[in-house]
């Protein structure tokens, strides 16, 4: 990589003095990239596909700093000015100019890539399609309640490069980094390497951008590519897609769904059983505030990486039963007239729709749509003729979405999620679940799945204050 390594006091890092670095895509991660490069003597110039208008005014704040910023896709010619690229997470790594910056021999390298090289505390990472929030979020409770300093960051929204600048800054170090990654920042690694991976599951997801679900799996499975027989991985024993990598993987193995005599964690009723050659207990999850037969693996999985990384039994439980879930993730809202309300706008995908469904007995109004993933509706098929009253879709996918199940479930085509909830409150009845799990993200209406949440709750709220 451009840049000799040398002792950075924050960990082993880059000479990035005079270094021509690319940043492109300029949204939280890539602005803090910016900053940090600027900060370690480098020449830093930032690109972004969107207007000048659309980029943020922290974006734009760039250029007080003396960084050209170069927006709406008038940027080939910085393409040839760089000896490296920084590319964000939203950025896909094959985009033409990358591919062939690449090809002439331009490190392309992500955020995370770029921190790594500057951190000394051990890293444990977590990715997989669904439930990575909310394992690093729980495994930073764990790890900070067995008195461990920890810092919880990556794709999570609190970038690690922000952690680096804060060390330079002169804030003292964490004991262990927890970090969420996603695909697309495992896509440009080179030498991250966690002492702790856990890959939670594979279903199909960003096949948008992947151009099948081997690359996709191909692209999770990285997470362990620089682990060795001194690291630790953690795996689901249930999800098959993970368990064709296994061979590959060098780390010490541990499972999650764990099967009779094999290492790792398995749950019965309230129950959470951990077998390693470190301990071999059980403790009581019924506590737990976190719904939903998904969050048992969940739980499973942050146990092991917690104890993995020394924490303590007694810091796990403790961890787990004052952790309050994230929301957007089978968030109940309220109850009005015996039909209760769900905010699952983080299942952007098929799968976490398919999980959220799995945990309702009773009938459900689902809501669904946004921009599609070309993951293939028919994968929900079964759930929504077993679980499903009525269907309502809206948005980019609601005409795929609805030709996947005609004339299996009755089907309401919407406007928008005002009309949806307007509908689904006319529909429903006492014992009913209206749920909002789009299958989709949410980037044709909103900003953000958590903008859609936040809709979503807003018009529920606006039903109870009709009611007195």
Known sequence: MTGKEISAGAGTGMDLSGVKVLVVGLGKSGISAARFLLARGAQVRGTDGAQRSSLSQAALSLEEMGIEIAAGGRFSEHFGWAEMILISPGVPHTLPPISEAAARGIP?????????????????????TNGKTTVTELIGEMLSHSGIKVFVGGNIGNPLIDYVADIFNGMAPAQAIVA?????????????????????????????????????????????????????????????????????????????????????????KNQLFLDTETVNTSMDISGTKLWGRHNLENIAAAALASHSMQGTLDGIQKGLLEFLPARHRLEWVAEIDGVRYYNDSKATNIDAADRALENFD?????????RGKRGGYDLLRERVEEKVKELIVLGEAAEEIASAFFGRVPIRTVADLDAALHYAREKGGAGDTVLLSPACSSFDQYSSYGERGDHFCRIVKGFQKEKG
């Not at 690359?215 to 001194?230: D, G, H, L, M, T």
């Open 362 to 370: 009773g009938p459900v109004i689902l809501i669904m749509g946004g």
């Open 180 to 268: 969420e990654v996603s695909s697309f920042q495992l896509d440009t690694i080179r030498q991250f390497h966690p002492k702790v991976s856990v890959l939670l599951n594979i279903t199909p997801d960003h096949l948008d951008r992947y151009p099948d679900m081997e690359a996709y799996a191909e692209s999770k499975a990285r997470i362990f590519e620089n682990q060795n027989e001194s690291d630790t991985a953690i795996l689901n024993r249930a999800d098959p897609v993970i368990l064709k990598h296994c061979p590959k993987i060098r780390a010490r193995k541990l499972f999650f769904n764990a099967g009779a005599g094999e290492q790792g964690a398995f749950y019965r």
């Open 108 to 128: 392309v390298i992500g955020e995370i890539e770029l921190a790594c090289r500057f951190i000394d505390a051990p890293i444990l990472a977590i990715t997989g």
